[in-house]
């Protein structure tokens, strides 16, 4: 029975030999990765929906988060990739830091969204005058330098510096640069694997001063009164949503629709103080928002030019919003009654 079948396997491929032939070529061409990536326009994630909170307050309009989409750098993406203006190749290694593995990468920008959703409720609970409490900081390790010298590892909480208890990268900074001249290691505490853990790193001078080449974020335990929760899915990751999730958020605990009634789709990082920092990829994010039904465009002041300069030269009809604050992005909005 298996001979049989053998051969009218070995029949229907003489009979269809260029037919298979094609079909292994194209699995292979999609199979196959290069050291390449494409960054192209995305869509828009509504930030609205993820937002689980107790008598929450009506909103015409909504807020949604624009994005970028990565594509695989298979040989037919990256021939398309050639000729569509709005795809743009990139080499892996432009989009890891030095030595990092993509793996790594996806994991330091998953706590990096993390971080952005924490500093987006504190300043949303903030500035709604609502009671929040940050119970505790967790100063997590996510990148080490290839000029780090050190026995701390990626992931490690960051409890202390010679003796000092710290809760930002701040902290360690003023620690490392008030020390003596003749001193060249820091003892580092760390918490790994639920047990703390003494380490070191040694000093190295760069043109910014001395450095221990470790990269850090701050995340937070936070207990809110209402008390909210903020989903994502397991694909999404990055900073980028902190100023339009705080937005959102806002707008969920005051009275006033800061909407106004407008689909209003954004980008950019916020930090604790409600500072809005710069992005990268905001062409891919505002040609995605403009395929959707966007009244407003907002990003950091720092994107606003580049982002006005792809609405002109591309005809977009959407207004854009440049912000350096959230403050600001609550006047500006305010502004478009």
Not at 3 to 19: G, L, P, Q, R
Not at 277 to 284: F, P, R, S, T
Request: net charge negative; charged share 30%; with cysteine.
């Amino acid at each position: 029975m298996i001979n049989k079948f053998y051969d009218k396997v070995k029949s229907f491929i003489k009979e269809n030999k260029w037919f298979c032939i094609i079909i292994i070529l194209i699995f292979v061409l999609f199979k196959v990765e290069l050291p390449y990536v494409i960054e192209a326009p995305g869509g828009i994630i509504s930030i609205d929906d993820r937002i689980i909170i107790d008598e929450e307050n009506d909103s015409k309009g909504s807020f949604g988060m624009a994005y970028v989409s990565m594509i695989k750098g298979n040989i037919p993406f990256l021939l398309w990739g050639l000729v569509d203006d709005n795809w743009d190749i990139v080499k892996k290694e432009n989009v890891t830091y030095e030595d990092e593995t993509l793996a790594d990468m996806n994991r330091r920008e998953k706590y990096y969204l993390e971080e952005a959703i924490d500093n987006a409720t504190i300043v949303a609970y903030g500035k709604a005058g609502l009671d929040i409490k940050i119970l505790d900081e967790i100063l997590r390790v996510v990148y080490l330098a290839e000029e780090a010298d050190t026995d701390v590892k990626l992931y490690d909480e960051i409890l202390s510096v010679n003796g000092v208890e710290v809760n930002t990268i701040d902290e360690v900074r003023n620690i490392v640069n008030n020390l003596e001249d003749d001193v060249n290691i820091v003892n580092i505490t760390v918490l790994r694997d639920n047990a703390k853990v003494d380490c070191y790193a040694k000093l190295y001078e760069t043109t910014d001063g001395k450095k221990i080449g470790i990269m850090t974020i701050t995340s937070y335990d936070i207990e809110t009164t209402p008390t909210i929760k903020i989903e994502s899915k397991q694909n999404e990751s990055g900073p980028s949503g902190g100023l339009i999730t705080a937005l959102a958020l806002y707008n969920k605990l005051v009275e006033d629709d800061i909407t106004h009634g407008l689909n209003i789709v954004g980008t950019g990082t916020i930090s604790r103080d409600g500072t809005v920092g710069e992005i990268g990829g905001v062409k891919y994010k505002l040609l995605g928002a403009a395929d959707e039904d966007v009244d407003v465009f907002i990003c950091p002041q720092a994107n606003y030019e580049e982002a006005m300069n792809i609405k002109e030269s591309n005809n977009l009809d959407i207004n854009i919003i440049g912000v350096d604050t959230f403050d600001e992005a609550i006047e500006k909005l305010g502004e478009l009654k």
